[in-house]
């Protein structure tokens, strides 16, 4: 068989033009696809929900790559053991109740897991508004291409709808900030001082639909509520994201 | 139980450095973590090769992330398939011999798979130099990490020795220029103009030791021997990672 | 009638992506929307061929939209007058042979010919490459969208099939260039000093087939030559373009 | 005939600097040449008015060029299809009341009309300052060459007087930020969330003379009064120029 | 003897990851080794004070390198002489009770004193944030590699745990500034215009624990104090870090 | 008498318009307002010659301003005493044969000596390019707003016809660097190493005409000619701008 | 005479060198080498005053080089032509009380006056801080190279005594600020908009001394004073510079 | 006594101003104050010989402060043993024959004993180019701020005699490869691939003087050579440094 350009050309515009204008209108929009962002959407497409996850970034994976000071290790707290093992995440145990696992991995087998279940990525969009009308709910997102802004160039966006939005973004919280911004009755108040034990004992406490239609997850959780600031640490993230997984799939039904 | 902050800084600490010193000397450093980089590490490592995939980017994928002009697909064909099988990768048809794929889903399958089996990922590591001694063979490689170049700071690198060196850095050819650039002979002609078919056919014969200790793979296989350029297809990237394992594995033995 | 933001998401992708597919494969793809890109492409459109403009940039127009430093006027020379007749641009004349026009007109008047023969624009679109295979002629175009050359991104672009290429890059003759640096038969000289009247005069001459499958025009056909350089008189540009429009659709027929 | 360097400079000299003689004292200053701005200065001009278009950058079209994401089509209602008729701007329609026209056309016309109808255009010219004196009014604009200020420069600009400025700049709102500012009595709330039914209903109500001398339109308009963002949806665009033409011809007879 | 290069990236990472383990819980960890910071460290290393010193650059000495304007002299007054003669560095006599060094000199006196006393530099690293628990006390620092932030990337930082903090920062009180920043009962007044005498006088009442585990020395002190500014004059930041080193020592026994 | 701004804008724009029409054909075109151009342009116009100088920066004086190493102050030999006082330059006498005077005056008397003696300054322009016809001589320049160039945008340039240009552009050699590079017989050695002595003793011979209707003077003489370097000493710059004066006025005869 | 280059080297550093011992410890510091703080100084310096320049940039002129939108001509009124006469100016009269000057020659002319004189320039030299003891005056100010300050480096600064600074940094109004920012009971309004009568005919009542030790002069008179914004007319500015010397002259005494 | 900032100001420009005066003829100029420079500036200070030390950079110490990798330690072998005893720079054994010392420490030990010794520094200086007469022997350097070269302004060095250069500017071998662009019979061959042992041993026969008063050491010897590359050992450094100070002390005798 002949291989062609053209033909290789019209199959990615093809399929990507199909599921572009199937997903104008989903379920759940994740914005950010670091650890809380990825888990959330893995468990939710898991339970059948229409899910796009949106990342500013070329590559998934946000903060985790690094590791700690890029030693590429994360830690995790017994709590958050069962999701290691959820997500066929390897570690070794280095005191009692620490698990370390590699950075890398923990990122491809979160992916892996989302894609498996069925959610899509929107890499390189940037979100850059939010849909409010007068029923005062978050109703969907303006979204443009990452490289657009990064050129500086004036060009237009587009909008998808939602029934959910997660701001999974970490301690930026960037798509509550522009809620705030635009008039809508949320604070943001802004990480506080490095205490592991208790940002992770708070942050599912945090988790939670802060304005109708927009669940927060992760740190911007935490960063929206004035919590604490957690470390290389990602128990409570991943706990979080499965909170906010466990909200909106109550809500949709 | 409580969790402290100096227990999960010293337990990324403990952990990453003895996987450091242990690392110092191995079988395979994979330069590269890409498509072919990636494939090449996984079948490495499934085979018990002692491998580590040294990698500039903060994330692992290269160039797979975007798809074609930022529509994350990418299309494999008919002689490559049985590896997306075996990386567990979904696809479908779009015409008979082209399968189109989530490019997110890819590289999170393969870091996956090379994690399972044993591959050790050192990201934001950049390679600086290669160590070429009287036995005119490149048998270590000097690195450093890649933040420090990018702030344009002053500081001296480290060493690592290595049974062979794998050249998975794309059109660039990096690791080749370098031998080529310190007196090895080694010629990197670059790519010629873009025909996907002939680049495809061509891949597995110019993915081949070009110096002692040195395996190129991948696009930096096709840029030395001055062959034509491929498009978004990465069958040949894949079948090229498969061949450089099967010669180091073989070699090595 | 209620408005709806996913409807006018719908409308742009559904429309442009059936543009996209359609135009993977043309008869000419005229790459440059300057001065001569413009007129080759509007006359070729007349003429019924299936023709895109692949432009850089975000806007139309090339190097007209100043003037000459920045004083927003052009000048035509009697050989030229015509054109600006076919075209509706407006002039007044300064002396004997020297006529006057708005730089900002001339663009408008212009792009909208094109527009109105049924020209596609692609704007924001970078050609990264050529495709020559075995029966050493350019059949393709390799392109990408420009915010992610600009960004330094790597992201993996597509290909379109065209019957005729044609360079109207300007001074850079980026197209003849890359041919030249992949081992097509081309040589680019660079323009030679300023002397704006054997320039025009030559032009006409330089504008022809350098290489099978593409043809130069406008100042990037003076550059192949080793021409001297024209000043802020646009008579030869768009007498080239006409003259490129005729050579392709004499070798279509 | 000869062509001569010298001829050609002083044709463009002497044309432009009777122009800028001439346009140091108009009737209407529209400052911006996006859809609205373009609209209204074509309308004004068409009605007899003497008019100048003060653009700071090179090209003329502002933010319709790259239409939606990079997909350069734009979509159009119902109640303003009228104006794409006057402007000769072709169209199809996707569903009943939204029609999608090319961008590059759109902006080719709508230049084309405030050429043919007399308008001057003064692009790479930014605006500094106004001017406001005892009669707090805005009776004339301070103005600079673009790249004075993108090189960072220090140069005096010069002044220009006018009967009415429009602000056409889009959701920045430029003038009428500089009159608040100084001291004038204008607020400027910043464009609200996205909701495009809303924001098309109300521009018309927003486009209205804010201050003495001076009238907002577009997306200013909008912006001024704190009104929902529209997205890549013209109508709105070009009736709120279509008004404010009419504002401003009332008041000027 | 053959050496091994190996051998030799061993014997570095084996070493420093010793040093690392043992240095993230310490007695006091001075931030900035500028003068009083060196001045601080070495007498708290004197007295046997496990002490780490967090240099933001690659470079110990903050600002005594340059001078007074790049003129490489320093003055040091009566009062500090005796720290000259404890450091043996080199000075003098300009006018009676003004003295004058080498500021090369006195940047490797100190830094020599320092390491001779035992105390651990760790340069290129950067305080992102501080820890405070419900005790209301710092009682530790979250670091990162410095490069990391220079270079922007999304890198999660360490935690070290320290009985004393002390800000050495300059006039930008960083950690004191955190303190504020993130709640804690501080207030930094930022420097006040130029007045040796004042300041230099003030200096030693100014440096003292200003929240619970933290205290502030040199440059830092005068400015969370809004003290007047000194000039090219080092007796007071030597005797502040004196002062700094004694109130620490008087608490950790 | 009230004062209007508009009149203000027609004045300067008048006075310059006149100007610059005038100028666009004139004897000699100095190219670049340092030491040499500056003494050239001065004695030229002090005996008649129709001069303009073209001067790339704002501001006029290149590297005479900062003296040496910023210490504003110049040197000049015995040999070159005799223009100082023609310019009404005041020094002081630092041993036999070397005066010293302040580089701001030099400029200020040179500057002013010229504009007394009826040169015209153009500054913030570049020279992009020469006018070279079948006469195979320098017969005018193709010239541009550096703000344009420093912005990075495409606009066309203007161009001047002259009898004479002279390069004046310091050791880059500009103008010559641009007539060898289009393909005049001029070739262009670049500086030797510092030698003071030699380099002074030869400029004068090195100032000739090196390619007809191309004078250099200055550095750039130097450099075309592969001499060595001076150091900040003037004497020999002004000696040469007054040599290039007397060879363009006798041709010119 | 053999010219040594260290001869001229020590001529240099041996005279500047005494210059900077002696101008420590001034009559009056000119900040800002534009029209006014020329004309301030070099009147000031004609009646006996010890008077430093202290000048930002490498050039001195400040704004006035470009002319109006770099048509290098400026504008003075009928009320200060006698001091264009003073400082030999020439100029052309445009209409009745407009003359017209050369921007160029203008500053060349305000500087050669202001050193015979005997004012001394210290330029690339930038204000940091001002000395303000318990006095409650300007006593002094805070000076670094600029270039340390472009190059982002950490440089101790140096001091220089003065019993007038005159703040003529134009409508930043640098110093002002600097003492406002400090404490001082100051207050910088900011320009209002153009309005070039008012300006000018206000400027002389600003110009005064706004803290004990510190007038204002020029645009930063205007500044200060909210005043309205000038055009390229420099009457107001000359004649405030020669206001603020008239001031510190009586003082002084 | 009451601390002046003037008389401050004073101190320092009177000891520099007298310092520079005085090394502006000099036995030996070492440029680059890295680990080779360094030790060579002890050993010839503390040998009676008259030596400036001219550093690039704001800090002392070169690329030694950061260790391997940011881990702050570097490893010195047995050979070189006796310079760390020398120097009094600590350390402890690894294996047998590799000892490990602080990084940060061998900077200051080495900067404190070239201070010691009598050594003067000029930090922030830049080589721009070096004097060569008809003797063809390196005489001088030519100098300026490193700041003024950073900030790209155009401002003239000055030049420094001295009888011996030292290129201690490490694999760049900046002034070598000055002396070779100049015409100078000097190759920079440039470094080799890594190999420490080999390196290490041949780098004190490529200490040498190369062109007449020019000695290479450290890096820059081994560059010149085109020897093979170094890792972080330091032990050849130092005796590379040592070896070029007996040779330029011998020659100097």
């Known amino acids: 068989m002949k291989l062609d350009e053209v033909t290789i050309t019209r199959a990615i515009l093809s399929e ?18 670091g650890p809380s962002g990825l888990v959330c959407a893995a468990l939710l497409a ?12 070329l590559s998934i994976g946000g903060g ?10 994360i830690v995790v707290q017994e709590e958050a053991r069962r999701l290691l093992d959820h997500f066929s995440i390897a570690y070794t145990a280095f005191e009692e109740g620490y698990y370390v696992a590699k950075s890398v991995e923990a990122v491809a087998k979160l992916s892996a897991a989302a894609c498996d ?16 009308k007068d ?15 990064m050129a500086g160039l004036h060009v237009d966006p587009l909008t998808i709808a939602c029934r959910y939005a997660v701001d999974a973004t970490g301690h930026d919280a960037m798509v509550a900030r ?26 599912i406490g945090h988790t939670r ?3 109708p239609g927009l669940v927060v997850t992760g740190m911007a959780a935490n960063a929206v509520a004035g919590e604490h600031r957690m470390g290389p640490i990602f128990g409570g993230m991943f706990l979080s994201g499965e909170r906010a997984a466990e909200l909106i799939r109550k809500s949709l039904r």
């Open 64 to 73: 985790m790559w690094g590791g700690g000071m890029m030693f590429p290790r």
């Open 117 to 132: 279940a069925g959610a899509e990525f929107f890499n390189l969009t940037t979100v850059e508004d939010v849909v409010i």
């Open 209 to 211: 639909e802060i304005f």
């Open 178 to 203: 522009m809620v705030a911004c635009k008039g809508g009755e949320v604070a943001v108040s802004g990480e506080g001082p490095m205490w592991a034990d208790r940002a992770e004992a708070m942050i």
């Open 16 to 33: 990507q033009s199909k599921v572009m204008l199937d997903y104008v209108d989903i379920d759940a929009a994740v914005v950010g696809a």
């Open 46 to 57: 898991e339970n059948g929900v229409k899910v796009g996850v949106i990342e500013k970034k």
């Open 135 to 149: 029923d005062r709910r978050v109703s969907g997102l303006v979204i443009n291409w990452t490289p657009v802004e």
